[in-house]
């Protein structure tokens, strides 16, 4: 059980509230992303996790919040590992996105679900920054030699699945 060796925080990160939201702009995501930022710098402040763990949406109008998001925690200093479940980035032709995926992988590390799948971040992140899991925590690349003495990891897990989906009881 993740329980028994990590001490989870979660922030769930939709701000779509119905299935037609999505893809789509509103008023109402931007203010809800807002709170979500107050949420996000209040946890880090709070919780102090040793790292974040994030679903990251690589590509359209969502990676633009998660890429603000990720931005807010590459300030306060919170080491990132973005856990992938989707593709695209490696078609992305826009220099200013390209340059947004080059900040936003200084210094994070990747999961992705196969070796088939690194050709998409590639231009971003080297070899070594990259671990392979499938659909899971690979437990063997988070070295808990050069962690705080504490009895569980402390971490904070960024999605945009809801807590009903069981995440919390893990």
């Excluded at 593709?87 to 995926?101: A, D, N, P, T």
């Excluded at 990259?130 to 690349?141: F, M, Q, V």
């Amino acid at each position: 059980c993740i329980r028994d060796r990590f001490e989870p925080g979660y922030i769930n990160l939709s701000t779509s509230t119905s299935v037609q939201e999505v893809g789509r702009f509103a008023i109402r995501k931007v203010i809800s992303l807002l709170k979500l930022l107050l949420v996000l710098y209040r946890s880090v402040r709070s919780q102090k996790p040793e790292l974040c763990y994030m679903t990251l949406t690589g590509t359209g109008n969502a990676f633009i919040k998660d890429y603000i998001l990720v931005r807010t925690l590459q300030l306060l200093r919170v080491p990132i590992i973005f856990h992938f479940h989707n593709k695209g980035i490696s078609k992305e032709q826009s220099l200013l996105r390209k340059r947004m995926y080059a900040t936003c992988f200084s210094n994070a590390r990747v999961i992705l679900l196969s070796p088939l799948l690194a050709y998409d971040v590639k231009g971003y992140v080297k070899p070594e920054q990259i671990s392979y899991c499938p659909n899971g925590i690979e437990l063997a690349a988070y070295n808990p030699e050069n962690r705080q003495t504490r009895d569980k990891c402390r971490f904070l897990f960024l999605s945009n699945m809801m807590s009903e989906k069981g995440v919390i009881e893990l």
